[in-house]
């Protein structure tokens, strides 16, 4: 199967000056969608596309009638206060829009000075989650973090031997997933402190982090129909940051037999921009298991999956403490890794989602699991980098953390770049701890 085409050109360049510099995170070549509105204003929300520090306003490029065909009605769909009409519309539509906003945005292009009123600065927008998300489901897709996790608590069987077959996931809650920027309540819950004989009911002492991706689905599937692991993809409209921030002493207490509830329903953070798959196409990569691990059942398996099904996606966490941000100082790098390393792969998500009659709809969520990889530093979540809280995670200043503290803010970011390819990104994920109510 080929991917690149012609908006993936390292040459092109943009007549909009900051999509041209080495630093940003979105050249022309990527184009990522959001939905946004001018800060502290009452305008509706809308969607729009990254282009250096501009926001191509959407519904302004669909009200000047710059762009028509396929092109035009995926731009129209585009401009509501969610993706979702858009995202229904399927692969050939979300292509057919990237063409154009690419060949107009190009340098030289005809639309130049049509769209140059299109467009909004970054640095004056604010952002909602993009979609109605009926659905969220959460995977588990890291075999580094299932097993550092299993350690922690069956060291002497650390992975469950479902692991290496089946895609693991559960259904999380929709309702509290916000965008970057989110600030939330220290949750409450019942624990079982240690030694203790019955549990008490209070705010959660082991607050973590879960480095993740989120994957948001196009089209659906009808009920009873699964969508096959060679049709997967095409029912993917594209992948964001995401934070699920979990109460690790509330999950221990509470998750058997069913699984995690109160730990996990408080709060999850998005980033703003969805990265289509298309402009994730030349970073990617073979997807392999290591020699000696099953290979995936015939639903999970294909030629196309095995040669390009993984995304070489860099990942980064950084921990800014009232401490640091009262000094002005930067926040403190804790994790780096990729999303090479997970066990099961995009297509294989969504293959196994469906294999057993799940109907998913546009704007549906999955959450990629936390992605370690296989090293220490390179693991997604507190306890598993202070293994479990025995070995603080030492900071500048002097600080040190087991779990997050109130105020404390987390900062996922992610890009892709390789030789003979153009750097392009995600943007970034930031949430802060505010204490619990009273």
């Not at 019942?190 to 993740?212: F, K």
């Not at 546009?362 to 980098?385: N, V």
Request: proline share 8%.
């Amino acid at each position: 199967m080929t991917f690149l085409n012609e908006t993936h050109d390292p040459a092109l360049r943009s007549w909009v000056a900051s999509a041209n510099t080495a630093d940003t995170g979105f050249p022309i070549q990527n184009l990522p969608f959001a939905v946004f509105r001018r800060k502290g204003s009452a305008e509706a929300f809308r969607g729009g596309v990254a282009i250096g520090d501009q926001i191509v306003d959407l519904a302004a490029v669909a009200a000047s009638g710059e762009i028509g065909g396929a092109a035009g009605e995926a731009v129209r769909a585009a401009s509501q206060d969610k993706l979702n009409a858009l995202m229904a519309l399927g692969r050939p539509a979300w292509a057919a829009l990237r063409l154009a906003l690419s060949r107009a945005l190009r340098q030289g292009a005809a639309e130049q000075e049509p769209l140059r009123t299109c467009l909004v600065p970054q640095a004056e927008a604010e952002y909602d989650v993009p979609a109605r998300i009926g659905d969220y489901t959460d995977f588990y897709t890291s075999v580094h973090h299932a097993t550092n996790i299993g350690r922690l608590f069956r060291p002497d069987n650390p992975l469950l031997p479902n692991y290496k077959w089946v895609p693991i996931g559960y259904h999380g809650r929709a309702s509290s997933i916000g965008v970057s920027g989110q600030a939330f309540r220290r949750p409450v819950g019942q624990t079982l402190p240690v030694g203790a004989a019955q549990p008490v009911a209070g705010p959660s002492r082991a607050l973590d982090i879960e480095l993740e991706l989120g994957v948001f689905i196009g089209s659906g599937n009808t009920l009873g129909e699964p969508v096959a692991i060679t049709e997967a993809e095409d029912h993917v409209f594209g992948i964001c940051l995401l934070n699920d921030w979990s109460a690790r002493d509330i999950q221990a207490w509470e998750y058997q037999p069913l699984g995690p509830f109160l730990s996990k329903s408080f709060a999850t953070t998005i980033s703003p921009w969805i990265v289509t798959l298309e402009a994730l196409a030349p970073f990617r990569v073979p997807f392999v298991r290591p020699e000696g691990d099953p290979q995936p059942l015939p639903y999970l398996d294909c030629e196309a999956n095995r040669h390009t099904g993984a995304f070489d996606i860099q990942l980064q966490v950084e921990l800014l403490t009232p401490r640091l941000r009262e000094a002005g100082s930067a926040a403190a790098t804790i994790c780096r890794t990729s999303y090479r390393h997970a066990y099961w792969t995009v297509a294989q998500m969504v293959a196994h989602h469906t294999v057993g009659g799940c109907n998913l709809q546009p704007g549906d969520l999955f959450g990629s699991g936390t992605l370690s990889g296989p090293t220490p530093d390179q693991a997604g979540a507190l306890i598993e980098l202070t293994a479990g809280g025995k070995q603080p995670l030492q900071l500048p200043g002097g600080e040190q953390r087991t779990f997050l503290e109130d105020g404390d803010s987390v900062v996922i970011r992610g890009w892709c770049e390789k030789p003979g390819a153009v750097r392009i990104g995600f943007g970034e994920c930031v949430g802060t701890v505010l204490p619990a109510r009273d």
